[in-house]
C-alpha cells in the first residue's frame, strides 16, 4: 500500500563553510591555441589526475570520475552550482512505501549505440554492482537496497532494507547510480576500456570518441542524451593529461589548455593569482585528506608476527597525538586547507571534532608527552617503524612536501621511524585493498553534502577504504543515523558515531579545504560557488 503519493522533502544539506575553492580565471589577451571544428570550438581541459578504468562498478575515484560523470547519466542530478539533486533521465521520484522508491524514467531513452535506454537497464546497473561488488568501486554506497523491479519500460521499484531513508534518492545521484547498458557490460565481471569505448554504451551529455588512457581522451556531444542537462553548448571536448603541475600551468599560459580541473599547486594558484591577467573566483570546497591505518599490516597489526590489539590501537592513538594539522596547512597549503578534527568536515551538519578532544594537548596541537606516555602503557617499544605510502599524481605534487612535514612531525618526537614511500595512482588502489600499504594517504570528496557521506564509507560493514576495521556498535549507529528522521537525534547519532570511530583511529583526518578549476576568461559555464567536486560538469561550458 503507498503511503504517499509524493516524495518527502530531502533532508537539508546544511552551509558549508570550508576553504577556499579556488576558481582562477585567465584573462583572454593570449589567444587560444585550441582546436575549431566544423562542429565550433573544441575545448580542451588539463588536469594531473589518472584514470583507473571507465567501468563504473569497478572504479569510485576522481580522475575516474571525471570521464564517468560526463558519459553515463544518472536517475537523478546535481546541476551545475547546485546542492539538491532533481530528476535527470528521470522524471520523477515518489515514496511509495516506507521502505520503497518508485522512479518514473523519461520516454524514448537511448544510449549512444541506439540501444533502448528502460528500467531493464536500470535494474541490471544496480544489480550489477552489487553482485560485482568490486573494493574500489561504490558498492557501499547501495548499503540499503534490498532489490531492483522493473515493472514497465519506465518504472523502476527500490526495495529498501530499513524504512525512513531519506538519504536514497541522493545516492542515486552518485557513481553508484551511472546507467550503463546491459547488451555492452557483463553481468558479472568488470569491463576493459578498450571494450567499453568500441561499444558506445554512453548514456550521458557526451561520449568518447577517441581513448588514449591517461594520454588524451576526446569527448563529442552525445545526442540521444535525455537528461536534464540539455545539449552541450560545446560539442567538442578533450581531456588531457599531465604527470607535471608546472607543465599543465605552463601550457595554461601558453593557451593550449582552456580549463584545468584538478590539481595545481597552492604555489602555482597563487602565482597565477598574482599575475594582472588573472581573475581568482572563490567558492566552497568539501574536500578532506587523511590518512589510513590498516588494521591488518600497520604495527602490531592481526597479520603481523607480532600481533597485539591494544599495542596496534596506542600506536595509532600516539601518532593522532604528534601530528600538528596547524603547520601542515599553513606550511604545505598556506592555509588554503584548514585543520580536520574529524572524518566529517566543518559545515555539515553533525560535524564534530573528536580527534580534537581526545588527542594531543586537546586543543588541537600536538603532545609528545601525551604520545610517549600511551605507547608506555601499552609497553611498545620505541622508536615504532611506521611504513607510510602518499600519493602525489592523484592527490597533487604538495603531497610529497605534506607527507615529508608529517614524517619531520612524528620523527621530532622520538618515538617513531618513518619510511615514506609513493606509488603511483593506477596501482595504489590495486594495492592498498591488498594490505600492502601499513598506513597511506587518501583523499574523499563528498558524492553528496551529507555527513552519512563522510561515515558509511570508512566506517561501513562494506567500507571502501577496506582496511580491516570493523566496530559493530559503529556500524549499528550508522544504520540509525541514516533513518533517523528527527534533525536533533540524528545529529546526536552523527556526533556519537564520529567519537566511537575516532576513539579506535581507523583513520586520523588531517585537512578540510579547497579543490580549483582554472580557466580561460573566454571560457563560461564554470559556477561560482563550487560547493563539490563534482559538480563541475562540461555541459555549460561555452567559448567566445
Known amino acids: 500500500m503507498a503511503h504517499s503519493s509524493t516524495v518527502r522533502p530531502l533532508r537539508p544539506l546544511g552551509a ?110 544496480f544489480d550489477r554492482t552489487l553482485k560485482i561488488a568490486d573494493e574500489n568501486g561504490p558498492s557501499s554506497l547501495l548499503y ?83 537528461g536534464q542537462l540539455g545539449t552541450p553548448k560545446t560539442k567538442n571536448i578533450q581531456l588531457k593529461y599531465y604527470t607535471d603541475a608546472s607543465n599543465l600551468k605552463l601550457d595554461v599560459q601558453q593557451g593550449t589548455v582552456d580549463a584545468v580541473y584538478r590539481t595545481l599547486t597552492t604555489a602555482d594558484l597563487d602565482d597565477l593569482a598574482r599575475k594582472k591577467d588573472i581573475k581568482v573566483h572563490t567558492g566552497s570546497g568539501n574536500g578532506i585528506r587523511y590518512i589510513v591505518f590498516d588494521f591488518t599490516t600497520q604495527p602490531y597489526g592481526t597479520k603481523t608476527k607480532d600481533a597485539d590489539k591494544a599495542k596496534a590501537l596506542a600506536v595509532r592513538q600516539a601518532v593522532a597525538d604528534s601530528v600538528d594539522r596547524a603547520q601542515l596547512a599553513q606550511q604545505v ?47 611498545v617499544t620505541t622508536p615504532v617503524t611506521l611504513n607510510l605510502q602518499y600519493n602525489s599524481d592523484h592527490y597533487g605534487s604538495s603531497s610529497a612536501d605534506e607527507y615529508a612535514l608529517v614524517k619531520t612531525q612524528l620523527e621530532a618526537t622520538g618515538l617513531f621511524k618513518v619510511n615514506l614511500q609513493s606509488t603511483e595512482w593506477t596501482q595504489y588502489g590495486k594495492d592498498r585493498i591488498k594490505h600492502l600499504y ?76 579547497s579543490t580549483a578549476i582554472v580557466t580561460r576568461t573566454d571560457v563560461s559555464g564554470v559556477p561560482d560557488a563550487l560547493t563539490s567536486a563534482y559538480t563541475f560538469r562540461w555541459a555549460g561550458l561555452s567559448k567566445k
Request: charged residues 20%; aromatic residues 10%; hydrophobic residues 35%.
Open 333 to 379: 597549503y598556506k592555509n588554503s586547507y584548514q585543520p580536520l578534527y574529524s572524518s566529517v568536515p566543518d559545515g555539515l551538519t553533525g560535524a564534530g571534532d573528536s580527534f580534537k578532544s581526545l588527542y594531543g594537548d586537546k586543543k588541537g596541537g600536538p603532545d609528545k608527552a601525551a604520545a610517549a606516555a600511551r605507547l608506555k602503557a601499552a609497553k
Open 144 to 226: 540499503n537496497l534490498a532489490s531492483v523491479a522493473a515493472p514497465s519500460p519506465t518504472t523502476v521499484v527500490f526495495t529498501l532494507k530499513s524504512a525512513n531513508d531519506t538519504l536514497f534518492p541522493q545516492v542515486l545521484s552518485t557513481a553508484a547510480g551511472y546507467i550503463v547498458d546491459e547488451q555492452a557490460f557483463p553481468a558479472d565481471k568488470i569491463l576493459d576500456d578498450k571494450a567499453i569505448v568500441a561499444a558506445k554504451p554512453w548514456s550521458g551529455p557526451y561520449g568518447v570518441t577517441s581513448y588514449d588512457k591517461n594520454s588524451l581522451v576526446s569527448f563529442a556531444e552525445n545526442s540521444d542524451y535525455g
Open 16 to 125: 558549508i563553510s570550508l576553504g577556499a575553492a579556488f576558481l582562477v580565471a585567465l584573462s583572454g589577451c593570449t589567444s587560444s591555441k585550441t582546436s575549431t571544428g566544423s562542429d565550433g570550438p573544441t575545448i580542451t581541459v588539463g588536469t594531473t589526475d589518472q584514470v583507473a578504468g571507465l567501468d563504473p562498478a569497478g572504479t569510485w575515484d576522481a580522475g575516474s570520475g571525471t570521464i564517468e560523470s560526463e558519459v553515463y547519466a544518472t536517475l537523478l542530478s546535481v546541476k551545475n552550482g547546485a546542492t539538491e539533486v532533481s530528476p535527470d533521465l528521470a522524471t520523477g521520484i515518489e515514496l511509495t512505501g516506507p521502505k520503497e522508491y518508485t522512479v518514473t524514467l523519461r520516454k524514448g531513452l537511448k544510449f549512444a549505440n541506439g540501444h533502448q535506454l528502460t528500467s531493464s537497464d536500470v535494474k541490471f546497473t
Open 438 to 513: 601499513p598506513l597511506y594517504q587518501l583523499g574523499w570528496y563528498a558524492d553528496y553534502l551529507d555527513a552519512d557521506n563522510y561515515l558509511s564509507p570508512f566506517y561501513s560493514a562494506n567500507s571502501w577504504v577496506a582496511n580491516g576495521y570493523d566496530d559493530p556498535a559503529v556500524r549499528s549507529l550508522i544504520l540509525e543515523e541514516e533513518t533517523e528522521t528527527d534533525a536533533a537525534k540524528r545529529a546526536e547519532l552523527l556526533k556519537e558515531t564520529q567519537d566511537k570511530a575516532a576513539a579506535q583511529v581507523p583513520l586520523l583526518p588531517l585537512l578540510q579545504g
